[in-house]
């Protein structure tokens, strides 16, 4: 008992409390194992088995010391475990975690000949054992670390790339409220790849590697939206079964009974479904790409892009940030270096400074540094005027379209922009893509609500105005604006649009809800798990209200929110807001949007409208009467005046009132 609690209290890196427990339990089980060797009649099988766990705890004690920093003390219980696993002619599989754990120490001592020579002989061990899981990718992966930081970059990839493959067989296996966690544990794999490949000159295998360490659960939710609908219905009933036999499987192994026979029982069902992927690629090779989700390589980009257009693509390191600049004929890579922590301090703080209406000087400033670090040094590379943005970590929070040029230029003031959370996402938004724009729209304005709100009146006045532009719009307000009515209606508009306030869960992102009138049916709250559930034909969804492009990010890149949801559901673009907006400029805003749509591409309509609050030319009317109340859609904005309106002597082209607005998926 005393180890296992060691162990528990090790893993939350409480190092001290952990060592003695581990301590004492060491003693009892040397003081046991003294007995049992004393003791007539003991069967040799009973000797074994505490020599196993005697071992254990020493492996888990030397883990205690080295995560307390104590290296020399760690070395003493590793080298203790070896020489009694020698002494004992020990037959055991924890000879490759201590393997894996010393040559980890070695490494951090800097001892690298020992920690590759002891490391390669832990990952033959897992290998021929087919231990292919946690370890092995710990032990590839710290191979190829110490390989590249040693210089040593061609010889790190294939240790990486064991890594990866381990990683993503795993993954394939697991339900999608796992892969989330998982694969957010094992991002690193993917990164050591990108620098170890950069650095021998192949940029487009890069790309590719980056592709897969972004948005995977995104990807492999939508892949699995389709999963076999174009096979037959025999392969479809054989995969539904392989997949609630690996299932029934692992929810037994959970239980711990039956172990042994049940991982033979699931080595074998997961060669079963190997082989069934193989079965269905020969009936129709797309289909199995979107249940595997195969990431898209940079030729693969360079096909769906459109001349004229530039997609820039970015990955966030600890010590870099990578940038890929890819147009039709054409690939470029640019290294930025700009450490991930100056990177969140800068977005941290522009975003901070893009609330203060009076203090445009010190927005100026941040955005001209960002605009330094991450645009400038592309821009060479940029021969269209569209732009697609590829974020990734704290760029998802970055309104790339209000950063600054040294001239003093929006940069939304050179080119159209919109985002993508990954490249390979084109797949699903090309696809969906309308050929025709529709005219139907139902606009959602201003629903009654039970909770204290502020109230959204230029809402109202946003939603009439998009029927005048729109004549076959459906119109929902106040009570009308329900969660039933929406549900009834949505498949049968091609535009959906919300001037309505958003609850943000970032704990649960999946309760996240647009707030909607109660009918009796429904409790008014649309989640974002209900969203999802949802089957759209819609080509645009636009959210005028609060903070609705963001969610919960994960270190895999994940990025849970009302945007990701509509896409899920069948929409290719969604317009969205990163902050709480201002609700007179937003309607104005959102009837320039409307009116520019009628001839224009999405982001162009999107970047025109921007324009036009920048430059004072839109909405006269609406920003005229400012002093009607209930300016901020979700509560008040932070130092923006302490009633609810703001002065109308405030000028809209400050980009607190323009930039919130991002157009996320297909641009046309």
Not at 431 to 448: C, D, M, S, T, Y
Not at 459 to 470: M, P
């Amino acid at each position: 008992m005393k180890r296992e609690l060691g162990e528990y209290l090790r893993l939350r890196k409480k190092y001290d409390e952990a060592i003695e427990l581990l301590t004492e339990s060491l003693s009892l089980r040397e003081a046991y194992l003294s007995r049992l060797y004393s003791a007539k009649g003991q069967k040799e099988s009973q000797i074994k088995t505490h020599r196993g766990f005697f071992i254990l705890t020493l492996i888990h004690l030397g883990k205690a010391y080295h995560g307390a920093g104590r290296l020399e003390q760690a070395m003493e219980q590793y080298q203790r475990a070896l020489s009694s696993i020698k002494e004992w002619g020990l037959k055991t599989n924890l000879d490759a975690l201590l393997y894996t754990s010393m040559g980890k120490l070695y490494g951090q001592l800097k001892k690298y000949p020992q920690a590759l020579q002891i490391l390669k002989k832990a990952l033959a061990l897992h290998e021929r054992r087919r231990s292919a899981g946690q370890a092995a990718i710990a032990t590839s992966r710290q191979i190829a670390h110490i390989l590249h930081e040693t210089g040593k970059h061609s010889e790190a990839i294939p240790y990486y790339g064991r890594a990866v493959r381990i990683i993503e067989s795993t993954r394939s296996l697991l339900e999608s409220d796992y892969r989330q966690s998982y694969f957010g544990e094992k991002v690193g794999a993917y990164v050591g790849m990108v620098g170890a490949l950069l650095e021998v000159g192949k940029p487009a295998e890069a790309f590719s590697y980056n592709e897969r360490a972004r948005s995977r659960l995104f990807l492999d939710l939508l892949g699995s939206k389709v999963e076999l609908s174009k096979a037959k219905g025999d392969l479809r009933e054989e995969g539904r079964a392989l997949n609630e036999q690996i299932g029934a499987i692992k929810a037994k192994l959970a239980r711990k009974v039956h172990r042994r026979a049940l991982r033979k029982e699931l080595k074998q069902t997961r060669k079963a479904y190997n082989a069934f992927l193989v079965k269905v690629k020969e009936v129709d090779r797309e289909q199995v790409s979107l249940m595997t989700v195969e990431p898209f390589t940079l030729r693969e980009v360079q096909n769906l892009l459109d001349p004229g257009t530039t997609l820039i693509e970015y990955f966030v390191t600890d010590s870099k940030v990578h940038a890929w600049i890819v147009e039709k004929n054409k690939a470029q890579y640019e290294g930025v270096k700009l450490t991930r922590e100056m990177l969140t301090n800068l977005v941290k703080t522009l975003r901070e400074k893009i609330t203060n209406i009076e203090g445009i000087e010190k927005f100026n400033e941040v955005s001209s540094e960002i605009y330094q670090a991450l645009i400038q040094p592309v821009l060479p590379y940029v021969n269209g005027r569209r732009l697609i943005i590829v974020p990734h970590d704290v760029l998802h929070y970055l309104p790339f379209q209000a950063l600054i040029s040294s001239s003093g230029r929006y940069l939304i003031e050179d080119y159209s922009i919109h985002y993508l959370s990954s490249a390979s996402l084109m797949k699903f938004t090309t696809a969906k893509r309308r050929q025709v724009k529709g005219e139907k729209i139902l606009v959602i304005g201003n629903p009654k609500l039970e909770v204290s709100k502020v109230g959204l009146k230029f809402a109202e006045l946003e939603a009439k105005e998009i029927q005048k532009l729109y004549p076959q719009s459906t119109v929902l307000l106040k009570k009308a604006a329900t969660e039933e009515a929406v549900k009834s209606r949505s498949a049968r508009h091609d535009i959906l649009h919300f001037a309505a306030h958003v609850e943000l869960n970032e704990k649960d992102p999946l309760s996240t809800a647009l707030l909607l009138a109660k009918d009796g049916k429904d409790d008014g709250r649309l989640t974002v798990k209900e969203i999802f559930e949802m089957e759209l034909n819609a080509d645009l969804v636009v959210l005028s209200g609060c903070e609705t492009g963001l969610g919960k990010l994960s270190r895999g890149d994940e990025f849970v929110g009302l945007t990701r949801a509509f896409i899920y559901a069948g929409t290719p673009s969604v317009v969205a807001s990163l902050w709480k907006v201002e609700d007179s400029s937003t309607a104005a805003l959102m009837g320039s949007f409307y009116k520019n749509l009628k001839t224009m591409s999405k982001s162009e309509a999107l970047r025109q409208a921007q324009l036009e609050l920048i430059r004072g030319k839109v909405g006269a009317d609406l920003l005229a009467m400012r002093g009607v109340g209930g300016i901020t859609k979700g509560g008040k904005a932070p130092r923006v005046e302490s009633s609810s309106s703001v002065s109308s002597s405030v000028s809209t082209a400050h980009p607190y009132f323009w930039a919130p607005f991002v157009l996320v998926g297909d641009g046309k």
